[in-house]
């Protein structure tokens, strides 16, 4: 079946560097791309998102890229502040299109922890 | 916050009874979508409202059903609950299936113990 999966699972980095998580989709029809933060006990809260149509977005210290071709996005933290330290999880979102519902599949996270 | 809410925070039940956990989308919107989270997984769609009819299943049994009302408000019922339905259950709205909707708000979840 389709599916997301995402790399690494835990990442722990140092305070001002930078971090990468990768997913890889293998829905074709998948459209846009979220990144979702959940702090723990807190609900997931959207920090970047991706339309198909876009190979890369930038807000402040997040970035986000996008390889249509090879079925893969990966979000970039740069200067990582001890703040970030939360679980992000990747999703492929494919619209709905006529008789088609929309279907979105997330990843199964990645533990990022800075050390301070 | 979101203005997404959910009803009640915490549910503990026993295997085998029933339940019903309630979301309220935001103003404006009129999509409802439910999602399970297992501790340490990422959350899985269970279904999607559009104005009041199921529009999208995930890979989940008949025994979760859910009702989307005239004020887009939602419920999700879980029939004959097993050990494994313990998880967090987020509700989520968006503004349109088609139309930009795809920009989640997710409610605080509820945290359904199965026992």
């Known amino acids: 079946g389709e599916n997301v999966e995402q790399h690494p699972s835990t990442l722990s980095v140092q305070e001002g560097d930078s971090a990468v998580i990768k997913c890889t989709y293998s829905d074709s029809a998948s459209n846009y791309f979220p990144w979702y933060k959940q702090e723990l006990g807190k609900r997931p809260q959207l920090i970047i998102d991706i339309r198909s149509n876009v190979g890369e977005k930038k807000d402040q210290r997040i970035a986000v890229t996008l390889n249509k071709t090879a079925k893969h996005f990966s979000l970039h933290i740069t200067e990582t502040q001890p703040e970030d330290s939360a679980v992000y999880f990747c999703?492929?979102?494919?619209?709905?299109?006529?008789?088609?519902?929309?279907?979105?599949?997330f990843g199964s996270g990645t533990r990022l922890s800075i050390r301070p | 916050e979101t203005g997404v809410t959910q009803s009640p925070t915490h549910l503990i039940k026993t295997r085998g009874q029933q339940v019903t956990l309630r979301c309220s989308s935001q103003?404006?919107?009129?999509?409802v979508s439910w999602y399970q989270q297992a501790l340490g997984q990422g959350p899985q769609f269970i279904f999607q409202y559009y104005r009041e009819e199921e529009n999208g299943r995930g890979n989940f049994p008949p025994r979760f059903s859910g009702l989307q009302f005239p004020n887009y408000s939602s419920e999700l019922n879980v029939n004959a609950l097993e050990l494994d339905d313990s998880a967090l259950y987020l509700c989520?709205?968006?503004?349109?299936?088609?139309?930009?909707?795809?920009?989640?708000?997710f409610g605080s979840g509820t945290q359904l113990s199965v026992l």
């Open positions: 999703a492929a979102f494919r619209t709905a299109v006529r008789s088609s519902a929309s279907k979105i599949i």
């Open positions: 989520a709205s968006s503004l349109d299936t088609q139309s930009r909707g795809e920009k989640l708000f």
């Open positions: 103003s404006g919107h009129n999509t």
